[in-house]
């Protein structure tokens, strides 16, 4: 299914950035009257016309609209450190978005190597990544921010998990098992993951008096990326795969 | 932890091939009397003292050994077809080895584009990756077969899901579901998945006849490389992330 992304959505239409109008009008060769599947990056699949074929700022007529599309029954923030190798960051970005995530923000620790991160390229391969995996809604990749900043202005509310490898800090149980004795897991979900140093205790203990609770993600030792994917599986599994998921829905 | 392989062991010494030796001797400077932790690729994790700091061919004296080192509860084998861009099937192979797998099939099936793989490469990632993730096991890469050759001569005992796109062939639950419902998961488990083309409606039928039982794996549309995780997720996160992990041992 070929799936186009508008940057505006209004009056009835769906307006194409000049990168999408490129690749529908030059590379596809979409002329005006065609049928467009357009998604507005917040959930909603368009039905459109093509109305004006401009290679460079292509418009289509809305003709039906499809909200929640390829959505999931949750709402997932990852906040997941950079990793020194960003190509390793890239790829959770892209698997990330094809199980389904919303939020993914590269927060900076105490032991992070890498402080800086190209949230404009991260952001391209999310949009890439939703179009391949025929999802309305695009993951928002946040500016990189300080874990402590972090922590201090985030909402009170949905749950909140933290994944360390110390078991030095504080008793932690399974992220499954977290998940599935929720009391709404259909909440907000935060989790936390660290860089390839850990977060310091220090990090640990104000995250704990912000509301997160200590998980473990079992007993293997993932690297921070593999780390973050399994959070987003955990949720995936836990949530869309195990429960609410109906097959015909298909 | 700073870890070596032996590909071979016997008469209470560990031999580490050309590769090993020269990061060890010369990379790592070691020298005859110094501490090494080597594994043996089988699951055991040796406390060896080097013996022989030879740059081609060190050998170490074993002095004690942990069996079952970094493993996980169940034995799993990934029959999975080649991608057409390698580097998604190298970076499965990590992964899966990261979270734990015991074996990895390349099946070639009737919509494979890629035919051919280079298990050498492959069967070195998992070797690093098996280090990196401090596991005495290496998973072993087998070579590329076709798929009906392979359900003609897999052992009849065992877990086996085929998980594919299509809702044509026949009902399909979750495999979450499935795994956590099994009578003995602790089996092994063989689980099938298919090229970017999926199966053919006749491979599905002939895996189901050889004893596979169908399932999805939730809602998302998911690539090859990141379905075959996503099924290597759900058995880490059932069988050892929930129930049979105790986070003491860590």
Known sequence: MELFYAYKV????AYLDSEESYHCVRVLRHIAGDSLNIIDGHGTLLHCTLKDASLSAAVATIVSEE????????????AVCPTKNMDRYEWFVEKATELGVDEIVPVIGEHSERRKVREDRLQKIALSAAKQSLKGAVPV???????????GRLPGNGLKFIAYCSDDVSP??????????????TAAITILIGPEGDFSQGEVQAAIRAGFEPVHLGPSRLRTETAALTAVESVYLALACNNAYDSSSL
Do not use: K
């Open 10 to 13: 209004g009056g009835g239409y």
């Open 67 to 78: 909200p929640g599309w390829g959505g999931h029954p949750y709402y997932l923030r990852m």
């Open 141 to 151: 990749i946040a500016p990189a921010v300080n874990l402590l900043d972090y922590l």
């Open 172 to 185: 932690r149980g399974s992220i499954v098992d977290a998940l599935l004795t929720a009391a709404d897991p």
